[in-house]
């Protein structure tokens, strides 16, 4: 079984090594032939890498201690599901799924655009084999997972912290984002390469770029959630390196993501799209070097090892190659058009884009900064939360305020008298809220009252432009008003998908200004028998009590909840001891209330041999929101990603017209 998993990578290495070499060739001299076999090895390097995948899958199931990775990852009392997850919790098995999602999305790319790819931008096979070389390379000679060992009785087991159910779901939905922003980035750099940088690249890539984008937004709310469970603090976000690793990916894409529209629009910001997508590409190389080189301390890094200069050198290799590329097609990439007005719809996209991409360079300066003071004074300074949170806020609230103002201005230059008129409604509703926020007491929180007063200018910006288009779709076409509303979504899946995140990112604000500024905290010793007030709520200590799992023993302090004077039941938080892993972990207690919005939320700190036990109550107010968001932010991106058969129409035109235009 291991030489069978070794031999696949090495086929699969063979195999990605000739699409980039011999692709390349064909791509420079004109060779079809030669290029379509090089696709077809493409092709067969996901069948191969999904051999070795299956292989460590297997190896992992059956406890096969011989293998190396599953007596570091796995013991025989793990969960099967735990046992299987184990494939991404180490740096083998991580940088083998990188390789069988980068080879898979890359030839389904590739084969539903093969008539592009083969007589527009050839050179996206060879770019797609080059970077799976560099994975298959670390593979087969660095880090494999198929290395072998005496089998010891049992396995080391998996980090306690990642035996959570989020953890079966996030690594894999990160690395769907982080790995599919290879294909606009290989797209775009063919298409430079080739000398064809017009929009047919970016309309080949739209739904690859937004199911990426989705992923990685996905992804990071679902650590969120994680964190918030299972690491045991109460909080949701801590700007740990890994965390801001993915958030720096999914920042500058969504600036792509909104400035490319203003490509196909006004055929403007070419230089400025071709550079967020080679910054997006190499922003998620970076986050999978700091999560798998473990050069930064974080709780999310769990692997010490030497793929670090590897990484560093091939990002790199990447940014030098890419900007290279792009100053030479300058002459191409360069547009006619200007931006006509300061007001105007193209002028709120980049200044959405220039806040967008500075929060993305600050939260970069944050993560290096301590290797650079550690390489420069030899001392390792980290930065902390506050620096975040200042330019969270900085750069934040008005990315939040241009949600709003961006869809209500015209394209190209807009009176301010229009601006004015369309901003009449979503203004007076923010300073409604504004109005009895200050008459509830919120403004003790200056940042949560602004905040909040630019959370419904926006939503009722978004709720302006859905009545807007749902009036006019009605009056066009008559019919009822819910086929009214249908139609308008269905003829602009782009825009109101967009909408539907926008709202979503504004309930994001609402639940984390809410848990930020408005919570409530108390912590002390309790005997059994007393009593902690936290909020509205009552806690009464009733004892402690163990029981043994599948692969721990739980101890957990049983707590009586009430909340004026009403019996609410009890709640259990405590800790686990993992035999094989010989660790223990905090396991908190949640009790959600989504009628009133808001968590108690319970950590055991210490058990004492008096029985006595140190607890920690949190009440997180809007907690819940954040996690509806979540929900609302995948409804969206499954409505922008929905086929939109009139796009593939044009494009079909296109590629027509061009091909009469060659015989003629």
Same mark, same amino acid.
């Not at 076999?37 to 899958?57: D, E, P, W």
């Given at each position: 079984?291991?030489?069978?998993?070794?031999?696949?990578?090495?086929?699969?290495?063979?195999?990605?090594?000739?699409?980039?070499?011999?692709?390349?060739?064909?791509?420079?001299?004109?060779?079809?032939?030669?290029?379509?076999?090089?696709?077809?090895?493409?092709?067969?390097?996901?069948?191969?890498?999904?051999?070795?995948?299956?292989?460590?899958?297997?190896?992992?199931?059956?406890?096969?201690?011989?293998?190396?990775?599953?007596?570091?990852?796995?013991?025989?009392?793990?969960?099967?599901?735990?046992?299987?997850?184990?494939?991404?919790?180490?740096?083998?098995?991580?940088?083998?799924?990188?390789?069988?999602?980068?080879?898979?999305i890359g030839s389904a790319a590739v084969a539903l655009n093969r008539r592009l790819v083969r007589t527009v931008i050839p050179w996206t096979v060879p770019i797609l084999g080059a970077i799976a070389s560099f994975f298959a390379l670390l593979l087969v000679f660095v880090a494999s997972p198929?290395?072998?060992?005496?089998?010891?009785?049992?396995?080391?087991?998996?980090?306690?912290?990642?035996?959570?159910?989020?953890?079966?779901?996030?690594?894999?939905?990160?690395?769907?984002?982080?790995?599919?922003?290879?294909?606009?980035?290989?797209?775009?750099?063919?298409?430079?390469?080739?000398?064809?940088?017009?929009?047919?690249?970016?309309?080949?890539?739209?739904?690859?770029?937004?199911?990426?984008?989705?992923?990685?937004?996905?992804?990071?709310?679902?650590?969120?959630?994680?964190?918030?469970?299972?690491?045991?603090?109460?909080?949701?976000?801590?700007?740990?390196?890994?965390?801001?690793?993915?958030?720096?990916?999914?920042?500058?894409?969504?600036?792509?993501?909104?400035?490319?529209?203003?490509?196909?629009?006004?055929?403007?910001?070419?230089?400025?799209?071709?550079?967020?997508?080679?910054?997006?590409?190499?922003?998620?190389?970076?986050?999978?070097?700091?999560?798998?080189?473990?050069?930064?301390?974080?709780?999310?890094?769990?692997?010490?090892?030497?793929?670090?200069?590897?990484?560093?050198?091939?990002?790199?290799?990447?940014?030098?190659?890419?900007?290279?590329?792009?100053?030479?097609?300058?002459?191409?990439?360069?547009?006619?058009?200007?931006?006509?007005?300061?007001?105007?719809?193209?002028?709120?996209?980049?200044?959405?884009?220039?806040?967008?991409?500075?929060?993305?360079?600050?939260?970069?300066?944050?993560?290096?900064?301590?290797?650079?003071?550690?390489?420069?004074?030899?001392?390792?300074?980290?930065?902390?939360?506050?620096?975040?949170?200042?330019?969270?806020?900085?750069?934040?609230?008005?990315?939040?305020?241009?949600?709003?103002?961006?869809?209500?201005?015209?394209? $190209?230059?807009?009176? &301010? /008298?229009?601006?004015?008129?369309?901003?009449? #409604? =979503? *203004?007076?509703?923010?300073?409604? +809220? !504004?109005?009895?926020?200050?008459?509830?007491?919120?403004?003790?929180?200056?940042?949560?009252?602004?905040?909040?007063?630019?959370?419904?200018?926006?939503?009722?910006?978004?709720?302006?432009?859905?009545? $807007?288009?749902?009036? &006019? /779709?009605?009056?066009?076409?008559?019919?009822? #008003? =819910? *086929?009214?509303?249908?139609?308008? +979504? !269905?003829?602009?899946?782009?825009?109101?998908?967009?909408?539907?995140?926008?709202?979503?990112?504004?309930?994001?604000?609402?639940?984390?200004?809410?848990?930020?500024?408005?919570?409530?905290?108390?912590?002390?010793?309790?005997?059994?028998?007393?009593?902690?007030?936290?909020?509205?709520?009552?806690?009464?200590?009733?004892?402690?009590?163990?029981?043994?799992?599948?692969?721990?023993?739980?101890?957990?302090?049983?707590?009586?909840?009430?909340?004026?004077?009403?019996?609410?039941?009890?709640?259990?938080?405590?800790?686990?001891?993992?035999?094989?892993?010989?660790?223990?972990?905090?396991?908190?207690?949640?009790?959600?209330?989504?009628?009133?919005?808001?968590?108690?939320?319970?950590?055991?700190?210490?058990?004492?041999?008096?029985?006595?036990?140190?607890?920690?109550?949190?009440?997180?107010?809007?907690?819940?929101?954040?996690?509806?968001?979540?929900?609302?932010?995948?409804?969206?991106?499954?409505?922008?990603?929905?086929?939109?058969?009139?796009?593939?129409?044009?494009?079909?035109?296109?590629?027509?017209?061009?091909?009469?235009?060659?015989?003629?």
């Open positions: 079984m291991p030489g069978l998993g070794s031999a696949a990578l090495v086929v699969a290495f063979g195999l990605v090594a000739y699409a980039a070499l011999a692709g390349g060739y064909a791509a420079y001299r004109g060779r079809r032939r030669l290029l379509e076999s090089a696709t077809n090895a493409l092709f067969a390097s996901f069948a191969s890498v999904l051999l070795a995948a299956l292989v460590l899958l297997a190896a992992l199931a059956r406890h096969d201690f011989s293998f190396a990775y599953v007596a570091s990852h796995t013991s025989r009392e793990l969960p099967l599901g735990y046992t299987l997850a184990s494939f991404w919790s180490g740096q083998e098995g991580s940088l083998l799924l990188w390789l069988l999602v980068l080879t898979g198929f290395a072998t060992q005496v089998a010891p009785a049992d396995g080391a087991g998996m980090n306690p912290s990642l035996q959570n159910p989020y953890m079966l779901a996030h690594p894999p939905l990160l690395y769907l984002g982080y790995v599919g922003l290879t294909i606009p980035f290989a797209f775009a750099m063919g298409a430079l390469a080739s000398g064809r940088p017009d929009e047919r690249w970016i309309i080949a890539t739209r739904r690859w770029t937004l199911a990426s984008w989705a992923f990685l937004g996905f992804a990071i709310l679902l650590g969120a959630k994680w964190a918030y469970e299972e690491v045991g603090w109460g909080g949701w976000y801590a700007w740990d390196p890994v965390e801001n690793a993915a958030l720096m990916p999914w920042l500058v894409a969504t600036a792509y993501l909104h400035s490319v529209m203003v490509q196909e629009k006004k055929n403007m910001l070419r230089v400025w799209n071709a550079v967020l997508v080679a910054g997006a590409f190499c922003l998620s190389l970076f986050g999978t070097f700091l999560t798998r080189s473990g050069v930064i301390s974080s709780i999310h890094s769990f692997t010490q090892s030497s793929i670090g200069a590897w990484f560093l050198g091939f990002i790199a290799v990447v940014a030098a190659a890419s900007t290279a590329l792009i100053i030479y097609r300058l002459p191409l990439l360069r547009s006619r058009t200007r931006l006509e007005s300061l007001v105007s719809r193209e002028a709120a996209f980049l200044y959405n884009n220039l806040f967008l991409v500075a929060f993305a360079l600050t939260v970069l300066w944050g993560v290096i900064y301590p290797l650079v003071s550690e390489a420069v004074r030899g001392v390792a300074v980290t930065v902390g939360a506050p620096y975040y949170d200042f330019f969270a806020v900085a750069f934040g609230l008005p990315l939040v305020l241009l949600m709003g103002i961006g869809p209500l201005v015209a394209w $190209r230059r807009a009176s &301010a /008298r229009a601006v004015g008129r369309s901003l009449l #409604w =979503p *203004a007076g509703t923010a300073l409604a +809220v !504004g109005i009895l926020l200050l008459l509830a007491g919120a403004g003790s929180s200056p940042a949560g009252l602004v905040g909040y007063t630019f959370a419904a200018f926006v939503l009722a910006a978004i709720a302006l432009e859905f009545v $807007r288009g749902t009036r &006019a /779709r009605h009056a066009l076409g008559g019919g009822s #008003w =819910p *086929a009214a509303f249908t139609s308008l +979504v !269905g003829r602009n899946r782009r825009r109101y998908g967009g909408y539907v995140v926008h709202a979503a990112i504004v309930l994001l604000l609402v639940g984390a200004v809410g848990i930020g500024g408005f919570g409530t905290t108390r912590e002390g010793k309790l005997t059994q028998g007393q009593s902690v007030q936290v909020g509205d709520y009552t806690l009464t200590y009733l004892g402690s009590e163990q029981r043994r799992a599948a692969n721990s023993q739980e101890l957990r302090a049983r707590l009586a909840v009430s909340r004026g004077g009403e019996d609410l039941g009890t709640v259990l938080a405590g800790k686990n001891r993992y035999f094989a892993e010989q660790q223990t972990s905090n396991e908190v207690a949640i009790r959600s209330d989504w009628l009133r919005a808001e968590d108690l939320f319970v950590i055991a700190d210490q058990f004492n041999p008096d029985g006595s036990v140190f607890v920690k109550v949190i009440v997180n107010p809007l907690v819940n929101l954040i996690w509806l968001a979540g929900l609302l932010f995948v409804a969206g991106a499954l409505i922008t990603l929905w086929p939109d058969a009139r796009e593939q129409r044009r494009l079909a035109r296109r590629f027509a017209e061009e091909g009469a235009l060659a015989r003629a």
